[in-house]
Nanobody
Framework: VHMVESGGGLVQPGGSLRLSCETS????????MSWARQVPGKGVTWVSA???????DYAENVLGRFTISRDVAKSTVYLQMNSLKPDDTAIYYC?????WGQGTQVTVSS
């Protein structure tokens, strides 16, 4: 299993980013996928998940701002992030709850 995140960067408060997680060896029809984030020096916190039936779930502090989706043909999971806040600054990781990617840095700052 292999995962590579991309799409991070520097954005102003209120801005948007779309993260991508390209995978190999993951079967989306049987494997839920998650996004999590980590602020340096702090623990990893769960952000969102998309389950094998396509249903989604979100942490309360991103609900209504973030949207998780997947493209089965491209073996890719996405995280659309809108109305970004400085508190969203973190390294974002995708995972199948066993394997993790290397992460992509998101910085929200003016």
């Amino acid at each position: 299993v292999h995962m590579v995140e991309s799409g991070g960067g520097l954005v102003q408060p209120g801005g948007s980013l779309r993260l991508s997680c390209e995978t190999s060896g993951v079967i989306f029809s049987t494997t839920p996928m998650s996004w999590a984030r980590q602020v340096p020096g702090k623990g990893v916190t769960w952000v969102s998940a998309i389950y094998k039936d396509g249903t989604t779930d979100y942490a309360e502090n991103v609900l209504g701002r973030f949207t998780i989706s997947r493209d089965v043909a491209k073996s890719t999971v996405y995280l659309q992030m809108n109305s970004l806040k400085p508190d969203d600054t973190a390294i974002y990781y995708c995972s199948d709850n066993t394997y993790w990617g290397q992460g992509t840095q998101v910085t929200v700052s003016s």
